[in-house]
């Protein structure tokens, strides 16, 4: 694999003071730059994942330009957001903190930069939820089959939102509160970790901070402040508790996966994976689906 650095100065046409790794997450490898004064943010990923890098990166781009604080990718010297051949993206530095959603204040930031998102994404009732996630939730994924509740808890939760037709607009489909970086010198809250981005059904998105925050008796402000400034009326927030179980399934299919494949990225060993499993098992179970 050729160096970072070496790409860096090949197609962004930098000679970076610095490079060191940032840590990965669950779908990729970072490096910290810095060159001339600035800061920025080396991207790799699995060649699997070159198209959500890709995808990610336009819908990033895109609402920079609106004004929101996204990690916007910097183009090649050709142009380009993503070195397709090394899966390799540049992207702005954001300064600030990650945010944990543990107080209040916190949560309302959460709740009102996803709104911003939300509304900036042309939502407006979209296709039928059977379309979203097809690659990301079947019972024939690899991993499943290793454990028998599961095939049956992805059918029960297809079946229960496969038929809702509901708001769609630009999803992060990722928003955990870390992905939330507070500038607390001017006040404003961007988002980052745009790899996966799409346009899907709003109510996942909201299902997925959710469940990060630990479920609803823990997100009261982020729910209060959401309802208030995103586009979704009451009777579709009422359905909350289906795309809560139709996010456990997809945490439970994706850590079934990496066991599977024994994937390793952003985990010291199997032992992580089996407790993102387990966690979305009893996630499921607790919102009443049998994961006997």
């Known amino acids: 694999m050729t160096d970072t650095p070496d790409l860096l100065r090949r197609f962004w046409g930098i000679r970076p003071a610095d490079v060191k790794p940032l840590g990965g997450g669950m779908n990729s490898e970072t ?19 070159i198209d959500g890098l890709l995808a990610g990166c336009e819908v990033a781009s895109v609402l920079a330009d609106a004004g929101f604080v996204t990690g916007r990718p910097v183009p090649t010297t050709d142009g380009r957001l993503v070195v397709i051949e090394h ?38 009732i979209g296709l039928s939820t059977a379309t979203f996630a097809v690659d990301w939730l079947s019972p024939q994924l690899t991993g499943v089959e290793a454990h028998p509740w599961l095939a ?87 359905l909350l508790d289906a795309f809560r179980r139709f996010r456990w399934v997809v945490q439970a299919a994706y850590f079934a996966w990496r066991l599977a494949v024994r994937d390793l990225t952003g985990v010291a060993d199997q032992a992580d994976n089996e407790k993102g499993l387990n966690d979305a098992r009893r996630g499921l179970a607790g919102l009443g689906l049998d994961t006997a």
């Open 31 to 49: 490096w910290v730059v810095e060159h001339q004064g600035s800061t920025y943010v080396a991207k790799r990923v699995p060649a699997t994942e």
């Open 87 to 124: 899966a390799l993206a540049l992207l702005e530095h954001v300064r600030g903190r990650e945010l944990e959603g543990e107080t209040d204040e916190e949560q309302r930031w959460i709740a009102s930069t996803l709104a911003g998102v939300h509304a900036a994404g042309s939502p407006a």
């Open 152 to 238: 049956p808890a992805i059918e029960a939760v297809r079946a229960e939102t496969d038929p809702l037709t509901v708001t769609w607009s630009v999803l992060h489909t990722d928003p955990s509160p870390e992905a939330f970086i507070h500038n607390d010198s001017n006040g404003v809250t961007g988002l980052i970790d745009w790899a996966g981005a799409k346009r899907g059904p709003v109510l996942y998105d909201v299902a997925s901070a959710v469940m990060y925050l630990g479920g609803p008796d823990r997100a009261t402000a982020f729910l209060t402040t959401y309802r208030t400034h995103g586009p979704l009326g009451t009777d579709e927030m009422q």
